[in-house]
């Protein structure tokens, strides 16, 4: 029983670069999120879909990093360009929709030097 | 929207103490309000939830306790072992939108 897959599981970048994460969701779920996971800031939500609809992008987050979802089994979030305060782990997440449980991937860590 | 707060951003306590962390919420339309933990190096996974139909629910060790009037919710771990060492987030959601995280709090059990 596949969960929320996430590719790659670690990532060295260099500042400037772009980078691209990817995301499989739970087969039939129709919400996917994306976080950004820190230790000073917690979760922070980058983008929320719902089937396939981007309903939110995460305001700070507009200018370098953009979240698509091409088809209902698919996601990435590309990061253009990369600066080293963008070095955390990112987190992929779906659910059935509101009210359900969420469902995370085990995360991408970016480094980026 | 919504707006979820975690009071505590660590925790420790002894095993076998009980830990209790609490999460207020903005959004008095929030109705489900669930509960996550991410073990050291791992994903988030959930543990317990708790709907505003009621006002407690215990599943073994895991209390979770809701007070709709102050807008406030918490959950207990009893008889804490090493192995309730991890971060916990607490969550809130309406019916129409998307969940809503806190910061997490980072549960440190010490024998």
């Known amino acids: 029983d596949a969960g929320v897959t996430q590719t790659p599981r670690h990532e060295v970048a260099e500042k400037g670069q772009t980078i691209i994460l990817k995301c499989e969701p739970v087969?039939?779920?129709?919400?996917l999120f994306w976080y950004r996971q820190t230790k000073i800031q917690g979760l922070e939500l980058l983008s929320y879909f719902r089937s396939k609809s981007l309903m939110e992008d995460g305001g700070a987050f507009k200018d370098r990093f953009k979240a698509e979802m091409l088809n209902s089994s698919f996601s990435t979030l590309k990061i253009q360009p990369t600066e080293p305060k963008d070095s955390a782990v990112y987190l992929c997440?779906?659910?059935?929709?509101?009210?359900?449980?969420?469902?995370f991937g085990k995360g991408t860590r970016l480094t980026v030097v | 929207g919504e707006k979820v707060e975690q009071h505590e951003s660590t925790l420790s306590v002894r095993e076998g103490d009980s830990a209790v962390i609490n999460c207020t919420y903005t959004d008095t339309a929030s109705s489900y309000f669930p509960w996550y933990k991410q073990e050291a190096g791992k994903g988030l996974h959930f543990v317990i939830d708790i709907r505003s139909n009621v006002d407690r629910k215990q599943s073994q060790r895991l209390i979770v306790l809701l007070d709709k009037k102050a807008k406030r919710f918490s959950l207990h771990i009893t008889a804490t072992q090493p192995e309730d060492s991890a971060i916990y987030f607490c969550?809130?959601?309406?019916?129409?939108?998307?969940?809503?995280f806190g910061t997490g709090t980072r549960l440190q059990v010490s024998p």
């Open positions: 087969s039939g779920h129709n919400d």
């Open positions: 969550a809130a959601s309406k019916n129409t939108d998307k969940v809503v």
């Open positions: 997440a779906s659910s059935l929709g509101a009210n359900t449980e969420v469902f």
